[in-house]
DNA sequence: GGTAGGGCTGTGAGCGCTAACAATGGTCGT
DNA sequence: ACGACCATTGTTAGCGCTCACAGCCCTACC
C-alpha cells in the first residue's frame, strides 16, 4: 500500500529506515537495541519510519557481525509421545522466553547416524548449542564420541557421561509405583519392561528390583516390552495365563500386582487382563508410569508416575543457556535430576 | 587437537581453508557448492584442506548475501496431543527432506495477540515462510488481516481463506462415522462435539448432522466437550442420564449410538458409562475420531476415523516450498485434502 | 574565557560469504 | 601459426548489520 515502486520490492534497509528518518543507520540501530544515548525526538522519528517501512532487522547480517545466532538445536525421538513431545513444548517455551529460536529435529530411530546426521544438519543453520533428548544407550555413547564445537545438554541421557543433563529421577518413581504395590500387601510385584537398550526403562527395572530385594520379596522375571500398548497387551497374555496357572497353588510368586513401565503399555496389560476374565485390581493390581491425560480415565483409572516433562524442558534451556553465557563449551556434568511423583488411582487400590 | 593456538579458536574461515589448500576462497565456495568446474585433484585438496580443520560453513553469512535462510517457521498449539504432534513431526521431516530447517513457536491458547506475536518471533528469525496449524476459528480470521510478506499455509484452517491450506476432510469422516453407526441399526445417531470455535469441531457436527438428516434421523442436540478425557466423562454422565429414562418409554431419540468428535473424549465417555453400569458397545454403540495410537486398546477398542496426520504435515510443506520456489508471496488458496478413513472396532459392533 | 566532559550523532571498517567478471593457460580448427 | 573457445582459477564488490572511534555542540567548572 505504502511502496508501489517499480521494482520487486526489496525488503527495506536499515539504510532506507536512515534515510527516511533524516539520520544515519547507526542511530537506527541505536533505537532498535535500545541505546540509552538517543534523544527523544530522534527516537521516535526513527520508530515512525520504521513503522512506516515496515522495517524489520535483518538476523543474517545481524548474527553475522554479533556471531550469535540465538538459535539452539533439539535432537528428539518419537516426538508424537506425551513425553517427548511434552518435554520439546516445555523447552521451546523456555527458549523462547531467553530470547532464542529453537530448531527440532525428530529421528525415527536412534542409531548413532542418525544422530549424528541430526546434529549436522543443526550445525549447518549455525545453533548455538543442543539439547538431546536420548534415552538411549547407543544415542549416549555416539554422543560422548563426538566432541562438539557448542555445549550440549542431555536429557534422560543417564550420568555416565561428562555432558551437563538433566533427568527424571526414573529409580525413584520404580520404587514409589513398587513399594506402593507392596504397601497394598502384594507379596510381590511383575515388571513389564520398556525396551532394554533405554536407559529409562534401565533405571525403573533397577528401581523396582532394588525395592523388592529390600523388601525382602521375590524378584520375578520381568517381561519386556517396546512401549507401544500392542506389547504391553502381549505381556498381558501371558501374564494372565500365570494368574490362571497360579491359581491352582498359591506360590509367593503370583501374579497379583505388576508395575508396568509405561501407561500405554498398561493399557494394553488391561485389556489383556480384561479379555482374560481378569478383574483389575480385583485380582491384579497395576501401576504405570508417565501419568498421561488418559491415564485418569483408563478402565479402570491407573496408578502411575507423573513426570513433569514441562520442568525437565525448562531446566535443559537453563542449562544450556548458562553455559552459553559463561562461555563453558563443556561443563563437566552439571547435572539437574527432577522427582517423580506417585498417582494413586483405582487401578491398584483394593478397597 | 590439530589447532592449538594462543587465540581463543576462532571457527576457521573460508580463506583459512583456501590458504591450507592453496587455493582461493572462491575455490572452496565452488567445492562446496558442487561447481562442476574444479579440477579433481583441487577438489580433493581443498576437501582435505575443509576436513583438516573442522570447517563449516558460515550460515549466517551464507544467508546475508543469498537471501534465503532456508528456514521455515510453524506456529502450533497444543502440540502434546496427538494430532498436532504428529503433523509438526510429518512437517519436520518433510521439510528436512527439501534442505530446509523448521523452527517450531508453539501457543498456549488461540488468541488473536498470542498468534501475532509467535508469527512476529519466527519474522524475526528471517523464517522465508510459515506453516500455520489453526483450527480454530479467531486464529484464521487474524491470520487473514496480517498481510504478511512471506508465504502462508494453513493446517485445518477452513476453506474461506484465500490462502493456501491442507486439511483432512472432517465432515467426510464425521459422515464415515454417523452412517457406520446408522448402518449398524441404530434410529438416530448422538453427537459429543469439540469446542464451537473450533473448525474441526464444526466441521464433524456437520458432516454428523448432514447424514442424519439425509437418512431422515431424528438430530439430537449435541453436547459440546473441549476435547479433554474430563469432558467427555462429563458429556458421558449426561447421556447415561438420559439413557436410564429413556429405556422407560422407547422413543426415537433414545441414546443407542454416540458419535464422539475425538478419541479423548470418547475415552472419557466410556468412563462414565461404564461407572453408569451401561455396556459398550451391547446398550451403547461408539465412535470416535483421530485414531490414537491408544485407541485399539480402550475397553472396548474403539471405533474411529484415523486421520493421515503425517500426509498433512508432508503436504503442508509441498505447499509451502512450491510458493517458495515459484516465488508467489499468496497463491490464493491453492488446496489440499486428505481422505480419512473408517476404523471399525468393537466399541460399535453389535456382534 | 578557556578547557574538560558528557550527550548525541556520524563515519569507516569489516563480519564470511557468493555472484559477476577478469585472467590464465591449454586445446582445437583452419 | 593464430585466434576462438573452454576449463579452471583469481579478483573485486557488496549483502545489511554492529563495533570502534571520531566529531559536534552544549554545559560546567575553575
Known amino acids: 500500500m505504502s511502496q508501489t515502486g517499480a521494482h520487486p520490492r526489496r525488503a527495506p534497509t536499515m539504510a532506507d529506515v536512515a534515510q527516511l528518518a533524516g539520520v544515519s543507520h547507526q542511530t537506527v540501530s541505536r533505537v532498535l537495541s535500545n541505546h540509552p544515548n538517543v534523544r527523544d525526538t530522534t527516537r521516535a522519528e526513527v520508530q515512525r519510519a520504521i513503522e512506516q517501512l515496515g522495517y524489520r532487522r535483518n538476523s543474517s547480517a545481524r548474527a553475522l557481525v554479533t556471531r550469535r545466532t540465538l538459535t539452539l538445536g533439539v535432537v528428539a525421538c518419537n516426538p508424537t509421545l506425551f513425553g517427548p513431545a511434552s518435554t520439546l513444548f516445555g523447552l521451546e517455551e523456555a527458549a523462547r522466553d531467553e530470547g532464542y529460536m529453537v530448531s527440532a529435529v525428530t529421528l525415527r530411530r536412534y542409531t548413532a547416524k542418525a544422530l549424528e546426521e541430526a546434529i549436522d544438519h543443526l550445525s549447518d543453520w549455525g545453533v548455538e548449542g543442543i539439547v538431546v533428548i536420548v534415552p538411549h544407550r547407543e544415542a549416549v555413547a555416539a554422543l560422548a564420541e563426538l566432541r562438539l564445537p557448542f555445549p550440549v545438554v542431555t536429557v534422560e541421557g543417564g550420568h555416565s557421561l561428562p555432558i551437563a543433563g538433566v533427568s527424571v529421577d526414573q529409580e525413584l518413581g520404580a520404587r514409589l509405583a513398587t513399594s ?12 513389564v519392561a520398556g525396551p532394554p537398550d533405554w536407559l529409562e526403562a534401565e533405571a525403573r527395572v533397577s528401581g523396582w528390583r ?23 497387551y502381549r505381556a498381558g497374555q501371558e501374564l494372565a495365563g500365570r494368574v490362571a496357572a497360579g491359581s491352582a497353588r498359591r506360590t509367593s510368586a503370583d501374579v497379583t500386582a505388576v508395575f508396568v513401565a509405561n501407561d500405554q503399555m498398561a493399557l494394553g496389560l488391561m485389556r489383556a487382563f480384561r479379555e482374560a476374565g481378569l478383574s483389575v485390581p480385583g485380582q491384579v493390581a497395576i501401576a504405570g508410569f508417565d501419568d498421561i491425560p488418559e491415564a485418569e480415565f483408563f478402565a479402570p483409572p491407573l496408578t502411575t508416575v507423573r513426570q513433569d516433562f514441562a520442568a525437565v524442558g525448562q531446566a535443559s534451556i537453563r542449562l544450556l543457556v548458562s553455559q552459553l553465557e559463561t562461555g563453558a563449551t563443556s561443563r563437566d556434568g552439571e547435572r539437574v535430576v527432577i522427582e517423580p511423583r506417585l498417582i494413586v488411582r483405582r487401578s491398584s487400590t483394593t478397597s
Request: no cysteine.
Open 210 to 232: 532394588s525395592t523388592l530385594e529390600e523388601a525382602g520379596a521375590e524378584v520375578p522375571p520381568p517381561l519386556v516390552g517396546d512401549w507401544t500398548p500392542l506389547s504391553g
Open 180 to 191: 506402593h504395590l507392596l504397601g497394598a500387601g502384594h507379596r510381590t510385584v511383575w515388571h
